[in-house]
């Protein structure tokens, strides 16, 4: 047979408690409620900004043109880039790293700066930034180091370019104070300013940072009076540069028809990555991984199809938004609600699931808090009466009967008085039995007490 632990509460049963229970019962279901929402609040996101700021990079430059397809690939999911033009990488990583400077993302490439500013994470990196090294010179030149004595032209402040380039000749002596560097020069110049001073000879080399899709490096590399150095010692800059890597570039894959180039050449180069500040929205990384995904995972011309975007790391830390949204992809939501509709669907989860936690369990033990509320009322007359009827059976002549009449009489009308739930009637006319037992031994004492003529 099917066991019964007690009676059920129903709602006409609530609707006959006390006043003052129903305001307990109800204070303490707000109190719950708010507490559990403060909370979730505390650990919930705010939304993410619909306006972020890029720095991108000279407006003749790569950067440039990317930040024009990431302006437009974002604009579909509703969230607005205003681009911010520097003069480069390095540029770039100090304005992030300024909390006053009022930019979110940036492009940038590894060994801008060093050391690391705080504060700046990766995204992803992006594709391959070769370091291009473009010389007139009457024999071929394979070393950094055969530079000695040269005017070379390293790229503007505040470019990548030039952070990269003075660390490398540095490290070859070239620079001041270097022990190979007896009447080097080092012209703080770039782009088209840096190639015109080549042609009129007004520098010997110059050292560009770009992909190979960079105006400037494709019009040098089809430029038949300057030569594109074939890096002896590639192998090994990477072991003293981690940031750095190895790359070929085969024979005649800039233009078959023109052999260009004519040769194999070995080069070293970095990587471009998207970087941002530490702080900025989940949401908006994941945003950005799905741009950089459709405008950077073709094959390119150092590049595997699918190699990028990754976030293997360069020399800036790595995002940890970013790693888990490309190890796991998108969340359910964001894979099949647009953007701004999945957003706030998460947002509402993180509220919403909390509360079911403890609302549910709450309102499964209401019962049995009523319950216990209204036996309590019951219950607590039942101590007063068996003391009271253990009181008259023992107690020894002269009885205080007036006083265990007035008792009785208080107990008979505290108990008349209490409101109980229909399906609490059995308990409360138990009470009422109880009562009237005590009642009856109560007239038998009385009875006794009348006969012996105490």
Do not use: C
Not at 210 to 229: E, H, N, Y
């Amino acid at each position: 047979m099917r066991q019964h632990s007690g009676p059920r509460m129903t709602l006409e049963d609530l609707a006959l408690l006390s006043r003052r229970d129903r305001v307990r019962v109800a204070l303490l279901l707000v109190a719950l409620i708010v507490a559990v929402a403060w909370a979730a609040v505390q650990f919930m996101q705010p939304a993410p900004p619909r306006r972020i700021v890029l720095a991108s990079g000279p407006e003749s430059g790569l950067y440039h043109a990317f930040a024009q397809r990431y302006k437009a690939r974002l604009a579909r999911d509703g969230v607005t880039i205003v681009e911010r033009m520097t003069d480069g990488a390095a540029q770039n990583l100090a304005l992030l790293h300024d909390g006053n400077a009022g930019v979110d993302v940036a492009f940038t490439q590894g060994g801008a700066v060093a050391p690391v500013p705080e504060g700046v994470v990766m995204i992803a990196s992006l594709y391959y930034e070769p370091l291009w090294i473009f010389y007139r010179a009457p024999q071929p030149l394979t070393q950094l180091a055969q530079l000695q004595g040269k005017r070379i032209a390293v790229g503007v402040s505040g470019s990548g370019t030039q952070a990269m380039a003075l660390r490398l000749l540095t490290a070859n002596g070239l620079t001041a104070g270097g022990s190979a560097n007896a009447g080097t020069t080092i012209v703080a110049i770039g782009g088209d300013d840096a190639f015109n001073a080549l042609h009129s000879g007004e520098v010997d080399a110059v050292l560009f940072v770009g992909g190979v899709q960079t105006p400037i490096v494709d019009k040098a590399l089809r430029d038949p009076a300057v030569s594109l150095m074939n890096l002896e010692r590639a192998d090994a800059y990477p072991r003293r540069f981690p940031y750095l890597s190895r790359l070929n570039l085969p024979q005649g894959t800039i233009d078959f028809g023109l052999d260009v180039p004519h040769e194999d050449v070995k080069i070293i180069g970095t990587k471009a990555m998207l970087a941002a500040r530490a702080d900025l929205h989940p949401a908006l990384i994941t945003l950005l991984i799905d741009a950089a995904h459709d405008i950077h995972s073709g094959q390119g011309i150092f590049e595997a199809a699918g190699e990028f975007p990754s976030v293997t790391p360069v020399d800036l830390p790595v995002s940890g938004d970013a790693e888990r949204h490309v190890r796991f992809g998108p969340s359910l939501l964001h894979r099949y609600l647009p953007f701004w509709v999945a957003t706030v669907l998460e947002r509402t989860i993180v509220l919403i699931v909390p509360l079911l936690v403890v609302l549910v369990p709450l309102v499964n033990h209401l019962p049995q808090f009523l319950r216990w509320r209204i036996r309590k009322r019951i219950f607590r007359w039942y101590g007063e009466l068996v003391l009271l009827e253990r009181d008259i059976r023992t107690h020894n002549n002269p009885p205080p009967l007036a006083q265990w009449q007035a008792d009785l009489d208080r107990i008979e009308r505290a108990v008349g008085n209490i409101r109980t739930p229909a399906s609490f009637a059995s308990e409360a006319y138990t009470l009422r039995e109880h009562v009237a037992l005590v009642r009856r031994e109560l007239a038998a004492r009385i009875e006794a007490s009348a006969a012996s003529g105490v």
